[in-house]
Antibody
């Protein structure tokens, strides 16, 4: 079955760290760019970070730059998000999502995980 | 950063009626726009890309239109399973430009 399964969320104190994982199965993980997208409780979707297929290029939203690190292990079919210096405003459900294209002309998230909840609170 | 603005925030529609959702970009994104549907407790689902192309398996009652800065998602005859939140997302100049989502439109039962 083609799927993404996130894990690693939980309750962490402000200033703490957490590492999220996203296990991919049913497709050739190493062929796809991957992203993290988050959603604060009752709020909309916000793009967080992306990584290219071989892990050599990354990008981040300004709100997490310098605190979060995206990485991947293609041998393990797993995407990661290392989150440091966490703040209350980082509280959200974190989704990993696969980035696909139609003819390298149009791009979209065509596969999403169910998300993992990160709560930053003392 | 390109700002995406969706309106209205909430749309009350009766089953069987048409729903029209709007999305505006702060600068032209050409046709580089996608629409997603999200139901409570679920991950988003791709509906439309390229502003008007339905994704695989998406019913024909969903249609997208527009280009530049003004976009519309139309649901021609709302079914019970269509009541959800809808997000637009631009991917203009990918990967140079960052991806941004609109704030969402909630379609609720009238």
């Amino acid at each position: 079955e083609v799927q993404l399964v996130e894990s690693g969320g939980g309750l962490v104190q402000p200033g703490g760290s957490l590492r999220l994982s996203c296990a991919a199965s049913g497709f050739t993980f190493s062929s796809y760019w991957m992203h993290w997208v988050r959603q604060a409780p009752g709020k909309g979707l916000v793009w967080v970070s992306r990584i290219n297929s071989d892990g050599s290029s990354t990008s981040y939203a300004d709100s997490v730059k310098g605190r979060f690190t995206i990485s991947r292990d293609n041998a393990k079919n797993t995407l990661y998000l290392q989150m440091n210096s966490l703040r209350a405003e980082d509280t959200a459900v974190y989704y990993c999502a696969r980035w696909a294209s139609y003819g390298k002309r149009h791009w979209y998230f065509d596969l999403w995980g169910r998300g993992t909840l990160v709560t930053v609170s003392s | 950063e390109i700002v995406m603005t969706q309106s209205p925030a909430t749309l009350s529609v009766s089953p069987g009626e048409r729903a029209t959702l709007s999305c505006r970009a702060s600068q032209s994104v050409s046709s580089n726009l996608a629409w997603y549907q999200q139901k409570p407790g679920q991950a988003p689902r791709l509906l439309i890309y390229g502003a008007s192309t339905r994704a695989t398996g998406i019913p024909a009652r969903f249609s997208g239109s527009g280009s530049g800065t003004e976009f519309t998602l139309t649901i021609s005859s709302l079914q019970s399973e269509d009541f959800a939140v809808y997000y637009c997302q631009q991917y203009n100049n990918w990967p140079s430009e960052r991806l941004t989502f609109g704030g969402g439109t909630k379609v609720e039962i009238k």
